[in-house]
């Protein structure tokens, strides 16, 4: 597998040309949207990691296998950045939502310690309505036991109104869920 950076962006005029289908991921802050890139792609460092929360403030840009682009999107919720960066993220990743062409879906990444607020909430409405595919992917499943993951599956998926089953159990530490997203994102990107 081969990967690399391709670009950061904060506006269209930034983004790389769009000729590849495009995956992004999306979710709060501190969720392990970059550890999971770097696991799905077998790289440990090629995505920057932080344990503070909002260091990815720009939309990045990853080549994935010269066939498709992973686009990693900033954290929203708890980001201890000035109310100023995060208020031009909104419009920045609504843009890119928006209007890039060869977005073929948004790999959605909670916690699954977490029940889904109205950020996410409004997120997969918002996803739905534009008609933009989105696969749910429930990150640090290797912090609770078989019992409470699944248990937490079938309450997240009660808050989503998602069918438990759409929500993969992910773990960037052992691995769990890496083919099942691989999987969802293949079919997604094919489409």
Request: glycine share 6%.
């Amino acid at each position: 597998m081969t990967s690399e950076f391709i670009t950061s962006a904060v506006k269209p005029s930034h983004y790389p040309p769009a000729s590849l289908p495009e995956i992004a991921f999306a979710g709060r802050s501190n969720v392990g949207k970059s550890s999971m890139i770097n696991k799905l792609i077998n790289r440990r460092r090629l995505v920057k990691t932080s344990s503070t929360p909002g260091r990815t403030q720009l939309i990045n840009f990853f080549l994935v296998n010269n066939a498709l682009s992973f686009v990693d999107l900033p954290g929203y919720g708890y980001a201890k950045v000035p109310k100023s960066v995060t208020k031009k993220w909104g419009p920045m990743i609504e843009t890119y939502l928006s209007t890039r062409s060869t977005l073929k879906g948004v790999v959605l990444i909670m916690d699954i310690r977490r029940i889904p607020g109205t950020d996410e909430l409004n997120f997969t409405d918002w996803l739905s309505h534009f008609g933009i595919p989105s696969i749910l992917v429930l990150t640090k499943a290797d912090k609770l036991s078989k019992t409470k993951q699944k248990k937490q599956q079938l309450a997240i998926a009660e808050a989503l109104s998602a069918d438990k089953d759409d929500l993969i159990l992910f773990s960037a530490k052992s691995g769990q869920g890496r083919d099942a997203v691989w999987e969802n994102i293949q079919v997604v990107a094919d489409c």
